[in-house]
């Protein structure tokens, strides 16, 4: 059975709607854990939209399973992640004017900086993934610099519909394989609901889904710990 980890950033992006201090997405964190997650995430961003400083300090003290920080390859974010010390960095892109993360890493295309920051933060004692594109080219390029796991961007066949949806998955379940045939370990996540994961949740090369906004949604209705253990029920094979 892969791992569920869970993004509390839109807890967060909740309570920046104004700019007090509820909900926490520490005690969203703790919750999380109390109902099955075996690790949290969070994407410090450039702009600071959501997770501050201020949680991720305090989730390095609380978190009890593994705290995975997504973070932009920058000089500013490499100082932070080293002082914080995280389980995991995750390399993402990022943009000021996207809404949430588009796309994959462009591994290809940014190999020296990338293998530099990888370098920096695995002196450090903390395990580096790489976001991408589920294109053999970047699981190709993630592989030379180093690093230790990769999460395959599954948003565009989360996006898709019908037809085009089946083919997203083929290409999705290609690129599983090529990166496991590589001996990388393979996580995958972006846009995953309680719905699409459905397919992928017997595909055993997938060590660890990252999901964040669709458990957030489903907790304003139900309550966060049972939101993430329906989620742990259906990587398990449980639901009815």
């Given at each position: 059975?892969?791992?569920?980890?869970?993004?509390?950033?839109?807890?967060?992006?909740?309570?920046?709607?104004?700019?007090?201090?509820?909900?926490?997405?520490?005690?969203?964190?703790?919750?999380?854990?109390?109902?099955?997650?075996?690790?949290?995430?969070?994407?410090?961003?450039?702009?600071?939209?959501?997770?501050?400083?201020?949680d991720?300090?305090?989730?390095?003290?609380t978190?009890?399973?593994?705290?995975?920080?997504?973070?932009?390859?920058?000089?500013?974010?490499?100082?932070?992640a080293?002082?914080?010390?995280?389980?995991?960095?995750?390399?993402?892109?990022?943009?000021?004017?996207?809404?949430?993360?588009?796309?994959?890493?462009?591994?290809?295309?940014?190999?020296?900086?990338?293998?530099?920051?990888?370098?920096?933060?695995?002196?450090?004692?903390?395990?580096?993934?790489?976001?991408?594109?589920?294109?053999?080219?970047?699981?190709?390029?993630s592989?030379?610099?180093?690093?230790?796991?990769?999460?395959?961007?599954t948003?565009?066949y989360?996006?898709?519909?019908?037809?085009?949806?089946?083919?997203?998955l083929?290409?999705?379940?290609?690129?599983?394989?090529?990166?496991?045939?590589?001996?990388?370990?393979?996580?995958?996540?972006?846009?995953?609901?309680?719905?699409?994961?459905?397919?992928?949740?017997k595909v055993?090369?997938?060590?660890?889904?990252?999901?964040?906004?669709?458990?957030?949604?489903r907790?304003?209705l139900?309550?966060?710990?049972?939101?993430?253990?329906?989620?742990?029920?259906?990587?398990?094979?449980?639901?009815?």
């Amino acid at each position: 059975m892969a791992k569920l980890a869970v993004n509390v950033d839109h807890v967060a992006t909740i309570r920046e709607a104004r700019k007090i201090n509820e909900p926490d997405p520490v005690t969203a964190a703790a919750l999380a854990e109390l109902a099955g997650a075996e690790g949290i995430v969070v994407h410090l961003r450039e702009d600071r939209r959501h997770i501050k400083e201020r949680d991720v300090y305090i989730l390095r003290q609380t978190v009890k399973t593994s705290l995975n920080l997504e973070m932009a390859a920058t000089e500013e974010m490499v100082k932070i992640a080293i002082d914080i010390k995280p389980d995991m960095a995750t390399l993402v892109p990022e943009k000021r004017e996207e809404l949430t993360t588009e796309g994959g890493l462009d591994v290809v295309t940014q190999k020296e900086k990338i293998a530099q920051v990888v370098k920096q933060l695995q002196t450090e004692g903390i395990k580096v993934s790489l976001f991408i594109d589920p294109e053999p080219a970047q699981i190709e390029a993630s592989n030379r610099v180093g690093a230790d796991m990769i999460e395959l961007h599954t948003g565009r066949y989360c996006d898709a519909r019908g037809d085009a949806q089946k083919e997203e998955l083929k290409r999705l379940l290609y690129g599983i394989k090529y990166a496991h045939d590589m001996d990388l370990v393979v996580k995958a996540g972006h846009g995953l609901n309680y719905v699409n994961i459905k397919p992928l949740v017997k595909v055993k090369e997938i060590y660890e889904f990252s999901i964040g906004h669709s458990i957030v949604a489903r907790a304003v209705l139900v309550g966060f710990e049972r939101a993430v253990r329906e989620m742990v029920e259906i990587l398990k094979g449980d639901e009815n």
